[in-house]
């Protein structure tokens, strides 16, 4: 089958999706992340695998927090880095979204990292450089939609396997709001492609989408039923423009149900992990005791994933192996 992610020897040539991305290449990426952390866990080192590349940032999209650590991975790889907000220029004056790929491509970008609110935006833009003979330059998915964010996704397997070596025998729980999260469908792919064997989604009827169960999924509106046992916890970031409407009642309410209090969090195994892709709503998600306990690895989260996104930049620039 043909996978715009990838080149005819099989190698990786864009980050899109996590889905159908082969088991040895998200390997690889983990294990080039684990090469750029240090040994105390707390840094990242700085290797000037890109210098003289230039990564030009086009976020169609507000997101300091992506935005920051995509930067941040590119100035530690000695990257040029261009900060485009899109929303706020040339797309506002007419222009096409591929125009505007064109005029960059034109000053000598290497790379695009691509943040938009409508799903395969960044497959879109990979496709146009393809037809176009600019094979040289690859595109990385930083959110598209409610499709993917595919960095997002490898984060949270490097963090899991950080804490837990082996996903062949985890039970991993997702909570929230799954309907229009791109991170629960990147984790799903990734956790499913790793071999975990039990993966559950916790969430109100409204806030799960048909077809989990087909991708292998169990489904749970009872909060402490669905944490029972479980190995691993992530928290879903409850978007607040969705609190009104049909959807859900109050953040109150929602807290109440399916909030992730330390009464809730001993149902789970003793060494159970929580994690949460940020921002946090605490209060209305996850309560502080929680955020801040001690099975929480939220801000270990955040410096694996400038480690993650180095891998996946270096790898794509063909500089790293």
Known sequence: MFNP?????????????????????????????????????????????MRGKSVFNLFFENSTRTRTTFEIASKRLSADVINLNIAASSTTKGESLL???????????????????????????????????????????????RHAHP????????????????FTNLTVAIVGDILHSRVARSDIHALTTLGV??????GPATLLPGGLE????????????????????????????RMSGALLPSAQEYFKSYGLTPERLALAKPDAIVMHPGPMNRGVEIDSAVADGAQAVILPQVTFGIAVRMAVMSILAGTHG
């Open 5 to 49: 992610q990838l080149n005819k020897n099989g190698e990786l040539q864009h980050l899109l999706t996590i889905e159908g991305l082969p088991k040895p290449i998200i390997n690889h990426i983990l294990d080039t992340a684990s090469s750029f952390v240090s040994i105390s866990d707390r840094e990242v080192k700085k290797v000037p695998l």
């Open 99 to 145: 125009d505007t790929i064109d005029n960059l491509s034109a000053m000598h970008a290497d790379m695009f990292v691509v943040r938009h609110a409508q799903s395969g935006a960044p497959f879109l833009i990979a496709k146009h450089l393809n037809d176009h003979g600019q094979k040289d330059i690859h595109v990385v998915n930083a959110g598209d939609g």
């Open 151 to 166: 960095t997002q996704g490898l984060l949270d397997m490097y963090t899991i396997r950080h804490y837990k070596k082996d």
């Open 197 to 202: 064997p039990e993966i559950r989604a916790i």
């Open 214 to 241: 087909q991708m292998g999924v169990r489904c749970y509106s009872n909060m402490d039923e669905g944490l029972k046992g479980v190995d691993v916890i992530i928290m879903l970031r409850l978007q607040n423009e």
